[in-house]
């Protein structure tokens, strides 16, 4: 029995040895485990806190914004800060006016510096005046009078031609040294083959080798119609027709033929001024006006087209506006008083009243036509010129405009022929209030007296 239990227990004893060799060994693999999980996660962890460490696109963590303070209560905005505030909220507009102001700030500034710009004829060395300019105006026009003054005051010689004992008085009776009057009777070839060949003979470099004379312009200003006999085209007779055509297209055509052999030699300038506020729109009751200046544009057409082949002649038409009239006056009473002088009673010429004796018309000013005119003699100008007020804005109505608008702008209306108390027609008392009308000298210095 003892035995038994002896080797039982020794059995025992073995496996009790067993289990904690065992056990043993559970717990040492069990913590060698440990410590490589523990070793494996510190490393993984370094690892971790390296990169992210080193990486510059992980984003810092930033501290959270403390909330906005109230916003103040808006007061009321200065000049100044409302000003910004509409730019800021209107900039295409703002931009757009910048451009327009400064463009036309850029323009008047470019063209006052042109005005300010001294403009004067060139001259020989000893200061001999050696440009000439034929100025083919009626002289009793106070635009031709003006205009000659100005050209002479620059140093041109002008010479005006006259076909009367009192016009070349009129022309004389401004004491200018180099302001002439030019006899020429359009009317008889001999006569102005006579007149060319000694204004030819003036012109020849053998008569003055050191200082020649030069032709540098001519200037065709062309007497215009009446208003006076401007009415229903029934009512205007054929000697006011013969007589308008005669002395508004004949005579300038003619004066000028003559010299254009010498305009194509000396190479000179062309300039015609005609008016362009009433027959770009062809009033009715204006039918010579219309007329002669319907002739007038396809003659200048006409002449530019032939010219530009023969020659480098610069021809310029000037299309004149309206203009300021306070010398006027001054030049038609040294018309009048010429007149009668040389004439006596004679009442068989013309002139005409100055706008200042019937009514005052604002314009433009003539010294910009005489800034015009003396750049186009020097060659600065080329084609058409607008010059004074209304003349762009009514060549451009006659030319845009439908003709129905101008008429209903015109205030049309047919009207029956009817004679008035005085033997006077419609046509005659609608021009006899306010359009400036031509009378005999001899009337206009009766009612001047009176």
């Known amino acids: 029995m003892s035995d038994q239990n002896k080797d039982s227990f020794g059995s025992i004893e073995d496996l009790l040895s067993y289990l ?3 056990e043993t060994t559970v717990e040492n693999e069990v913590e060698r485990i440990a410590d490589s999980l523990d070793a494996l996660t510190d490393r993984m962890s370094a690892s971790l806190r390296s990169a992210m460490g080193e990486s510059a696109w992980f984003p810092q963590s ?9 916003a103040p209560l808006a007061g009321p905005l200065g000049y100044l800060e409302a000003s910004k505030d509409w730019i800021s909220r209107h900039r295409a507009i703002t931009a757009a006016a910048i451009c327009f102001i400064g463009t036309g700030a850029f323009l008047i500034w ?41 050209l002479e ?28 009057p030019l006899n020429l009777d359009v009317t008889s070839s001999s006569s102005i083959s006579s007149t060319i060949r000694k204004f030819n003979s003036l012109l020849d470099p053998s008569n003055a080798p050191r200082y020649p004379l030069r032709l540098a312009s001519f200037i065709l200003l062309p007497q215009t119609p009446s208003p006076s006999v401007s009415s229903l085209i029934l ?6 027709w013969s007589d308008a055509l005669t002395t508004q297209l004949l005579y300038p055509f003619t004066l000028l033929q003559a010299f254009l052999p010498l305009l194509f030699s000396h190479k000179a300038s062309i300039l015609f001024l005609t008016p362009i506020n009433t027959p770009s729109l062809s009033p009715p009751q204006h039918a010579l006006e219309n007329v002669v200046a319907g002739g007038m544009d396809a003659y200048i ?15 310029v038409r000037f299309k004149l506006g309206a203009f300021d009239d306070a010398s006027d006056r001054e030049a038609f009473k040294l018309a009048v008083a010429l007149r009668h002088e040389s004439n006596g009673s004679s009442s068989d010429g013309t002139v005409s009243p100055p706008a200042a004796e019937r009514r005052a018309t604002r314009g433009t000013p003539l010294r910009d036509l005489h800034l015009e005119v003396f750049d186009a003699i020097v060659g600065r100008r080329r084609g058409n010129v607008y010059v004074g007020r209304g003349a762009r804005v009514y060549d451009t109505l006659g030319k845009v405009v439908p003709d129905g608008l ?19 027609t419609v046509g005659e008392r609608a021009h006899g209030g306010g359009s400036p009308g031509w009378e005999k000298v001899d009337q206009i210095s009766g009612e001047e007296s009176a």
Do not use: C
Not at 119 to 143: C, D, F, H, S, Y
Not at 301 to 315: H, M, W, Y
């Open 235 to 240: 009512d205007i007779s054929t000697d006011s």
């Open 62 to 70: 930033k501290p959270i914004p403390p909330p906005p303070s109230p």
């Open 153 to 180: 005051r620059r140093g041109f010689v002008v010479y005006i031609p006259v076909n009367s004992l009192w016009e070349e008085r009129l022309i004389q009776a401004e004491s200018r040294a180099d302001i002439h």
């Open 406 to 424: 101008v008429g209903w702008m015109l205030g049309l209306k047919t009207r029956s022929r009817k004679e008035s108390p005085t033997g006077e």
């Open 20 to 22: 904690s060799a065992v």
């Open 301 to 315: 057409s006409t002449l530019r087209r032939e010219t530009a082949s023969s020659g480098p002649v610069n021809i």
């Open 110 to 150: 470019r063209q006052r510096k042109a005005n300010r710009a001294k403009r004067r004829a060139k001259r020989a060395k000893n200061g001999q005046r050696t440009e000439i300019v034929v100025l083919a105006g009626p002289p009793t026009a106070p635009l031709t009078r003006s205009i000659s003054l100005d």
